[in-house]
């Protein structure tokens, strides 16, 4: 069983930045094949894509949206990943998820694809 814990949300104004961290522990301690995403969810809507980052090698995919503004890395020595913020929109407020797709193929940009999910963690965004 692999436990995903995203931590880093706030409330930030418009035009800041937040880092989001997700850590992984649990029985498996190797994500050498795996892809590790981060979603969000604004009430009433569907979960929807943000980034991607395949563990190794290191190759990322971002939405549209945020393309430009946010950015998807990961620490391998500890098993960790982040979304770095930038230039935050009141649209971009949402519940931000962790999430894992184990031995995945890339790329991988649908939540259903995904076999393991953090708990989220909120980002609100004032203007």
């Known amino acids: 069983q692999v436990q995903l814990v995203e931590s880093g949300g706030g409330l930030v104004q418009a035009g800041g930045s937040l880092r989001l961290s997700c850590a992984a522990s649990?029985?498996?301690?190797?994500?050498?094949?795996?892809?590790m995403g981060w979603f969000r969810q604004a009430p009433g809507t569907e979960r929807g894509f943000v980034a991607a980052v395949r563990w190794n090698p290191g190759t990322t995919d971002y939405a549209d949206s945020v393309k430009g503004r946010f950015t998807i890395s990961r620490d391998n020595a500890k098993n960790t990943v982040y979304l770095q913020m930038n230039s935050l929109k009141p649209d971009d407020t949402a519940v931000y998820y962790c999430?894992?797709?184990?031995?995945?193929?890339?790329?991988?940009?649908?939540?259903?694809?995904?076999?393991?999910w953090g708990q989220g963690t909120q980002v609100t965004v004032s203007s």
């Open positions: 999430a894992a797709h184990v031995r995945g193929i890339w790329p991988r940009r649908g939540w259903y694809e995904y076999d393991y």
């Open positions: 649990g029985r498996r301690r190797t994500f050498s094949n795996d892809v």
